[in-house]
């Protein structure tokens, strides 16, 4: 598989620049945040939700019990059982994650720490998990991206499975990342340096029996880092965990060609793959910059040559968040912070749902933007080709035709002027969703 697109870029003023903004950025985001978040609080307070994680680490301890891990690389996999406290609802944005100002955070306003335990062994671990296995025995393993804390992974996580109400039993793989714009490289390296942990960890939930499927998701440099793991186990073992069943890859930062390399290498018996891309990715921006201008594939317009065969061919399907704002400076966590995105994940992605299929298909669509059934064609399809969620899927293609009749019955038998405006308009955009 080959997602490569010819580029004449160059370096010069353009990238001196992209650092420049980024480095403001992620400077300003990051601006009066405390630090030592992971010292459990004892006040408790009504009306705020609990997020019990799993948490698995390749970090180095930290000293100081209220950060807990450093961004340095330790030896061997350390988990720990975590419980977050979630602010009320009417205190909150969905998509965000409440950071305290000053210490101890008030569980009213902010997220906080309410236990950390220590499970030093895997039979500790496994018990944490069959206590809280759900009853359709999914788990979902989440794995961050560059430029991360130990307590911002846990924290994000946290928020992406409150908000989804996912129900699942939660883990975060947390690798060795120095939280610094500067340090790309030393992240990059600890990532590779957590192959064979995060491997050891999907070979440990896969192989108990009490599981019954595992969703990985990950988000940007932890997408090289994920796909790696399964190669490796793919090669180990002959083929990836069967209970693997999906994978999702958020703002993946990874080059193109290397995606290709690593997914013809899980085999034939691969997991579905589901990517969050945005063409307007300043981050990756960057990162192709400094990476020998190839392509990411968290940037890839999956409607265009030669990347619309490829996606079609091997099965997978991608969401294509460009239209979608948020409060995201770098365009980097729209997966994370959009509410319609985050109800995606935890309620058709993590089960193995298809978003265009004829069971969900474009009737979901059509209500998610508010299509009434006496609006015109034209309006319908219009709305229905720029919602602020395209989703490209190999399997619209086949269901396209029952999706329009849908259409079609509930708009007054305008079915074949609405085919033609949506082929007109990109016959590969197989559905949008949002508001």
């Known amino acids: 598989m080959m997602l490569r697109m010819d580029d004449t870029g160059r370096y ?13 950025l992620s400077l300003t985001a990051c601006g009066g945040r405390p630090i030592g978040v992971m010292q459990p609080v004892a006040k408790t307070a009504p009306g705020t939700s609990k997020v019990d994680l799993l948490v698995a680490t390749t970090r180095l301890p930290d000293q100081d019990p209220a950060i807990l891990f450093s961004g340095e690389r ?3 996999l350390k988990v720990d059982a975590v419980a977050i406290s979630i602010p009320p609802e009417a205190n909150r ?27 030093p062994t895997e039979t500790d671990g496994r018990a944490w998990l069959r206590s809280h296995l759900p009853g359709n025995k999914r788990v979902l393993i989440f794995v961050h991206g560059f430029n991360n804390r130990y307590e911002e992974s846990v924290y994000r996580f946290a928020q992406i499975v409150h908000d989804s109400h996912a129900d699942v039993a939660p883990i975060v793989f947390t690798w060795p990342s120095r939280a610094s714009i500067f340090d790309y490289a030393y992240d990059k390296e600890s990532a590779n340096y957590s192959r064979d942990a ?29 796909v790696e793991a399964l190669r490796q186990m793919a090669i180990r073992n002959g083929r990836v965990a069967p209970k693997i069943r999906n994978v999702i890859l958020a703002s993946p930062d990874l080059d193109v060609d290397v995606f ?10 691969k997991p579905h793959f589901t990517l969050f891309v945005s063409r307007d990715d300043r981050a990756l921006s960057l990162s192709r910059r400094i990476s020998g201008n190839v392509d990411r594939l968290g940037q890839i317009d999956p409607t265009a040559e030669p990347y619309r065969s490829e996606l079609e061919k091997q099965g997978i399907t991608v969401l294509d968040l460009t239209q979608l704002k948020t409060g995201d400076s770098l365009n980097h966590g729209k997966f994370a912070e959009s509410p319609e995105v985050v109800r995606l994940i935890g309620g058709r992605l993590i089960e193995g749902q298809t978003i265009t299929d004829s069971d969900v298909g474009i009737g979901d669509a059509v209500g998610a933007v508010a299509i009434g059934a006496a609006q015109t064609v034209g309006s319908a399809a219009s709305a229905a080709v720029s919602a602020p969620i395209a989703i490209f899927d190999p399997r619209t293609r086949r269901n396209y035709g029952e999706q329009l009749r849908r259409l079609g019955a509930s708009a007054g038998n305008t079915v074949g002027s609405v085919g033609d405006s949506v082929q007109t308009t990109g016959s590969n955009v197989g559905a949008a969703i949002g508001q």
Do not use: Y
Request: hydrophobic share 45%.
């Open 12 to 24: 010069g003023k353009a990238f001196s620049r992209a650092v420049v903004l980024v480095t403001v």
């Open 74 to 76: 330790g030896k061997g």
């Open 93 to 119: 944005k969905v998509g965000q994650v409440q950071w305290p100002s000053r210490l101890p955070g008030d569980p009213l306003k902010n997220f906080v720490t309410t236990s950390v335990q220590t499970l």
């Open 198 to 226: 995060l491997e050891e960890l999907l070979r440990r939930v896969a192989a108990d029996p009490s599981v019954g499927d595992v969703t990985l998701m990950a988000h940007s440099m932890g997408t090289w880092l994920a």
């Open 260 to 269: 290709g390399q690593q997914f013809s290498a899980l085999g034939k018996d």
